[in-house]
């Protein structure tokens, strides 16, 4: 099945997907609304055109198709309810006189929904920034131990 997909797609659908892919990592890492909005274009133009000009769907079963998408889907929902709290929580530390101004969902749909549908290219750039996001809470954790262990030499 893999090998009538690479086979039958040709090299230039494989550039137009990869220039994708870049794309889209890139542009849901800036976490800019606006970038949400062209990531979901390119991702949709992708797809209609990976359906249209390439024959590498036809032995699909309709079965398995669906629960594909409908496994994609609940994961994207789930993935949704991750980066709000995260939003959330970024949007606190970073206005936290600011109680008025909580963000909203209605305020934030197109973050939502892009986080929905594209969860696949947000989890490529969390699972590449993980081990940074570690070790800075790591730090935030453990900077007073370190202050400690200097204030006992120092003073020793």
């Known amino acids: ?34 970038m949400f909005g062209w990531a979901i274009f390119m991702t949709m133009a992708g797809l209609i055109a990976a359906f ?16 594909g998408i409908f496994a994609y889907c609940l994961i994207g929902v789930l993935w949704s309810f991750k980066k709000w709290i995260d939003y959330v929580i970024y949007y606190k530390e970073q206005y936290p006189n600011n ?20 969860w696949p ?13 570690f070790f800075a809470w790591a730090y935030r954790r453990l900077s007073t131990v370190y202050d400690r262990i200097t204030d006992k030499i120092w003073e020793g």
């Open 121 to 133: 290219f947000q989890a490529t750039w969390w699972v590449l920034t993980w081990p940074r996001h």
């Open 52 to 67: 249209a000009f390439t024959d590498a769907f036809l032995g699909v079963k309709l079965l398995w198709l669906a629960v």
């Open 99 to 118: 109680k008025d101004r909580r963000p909203t969902a209605a305020g934030n749909k197109t973050r939502i929904i892009a986080s929905m549908a594209l």
């Open 1 to 34: 099945m893999i090998e009538a997909f690479v086979l039958t797609t040709g090299w230039l659908f494989w550039i137009f997907v990869g220039v994708i892919v870049v794309f889209d990592v890139i542009a849901l890492s800036t976490e800019d609304e606006g």
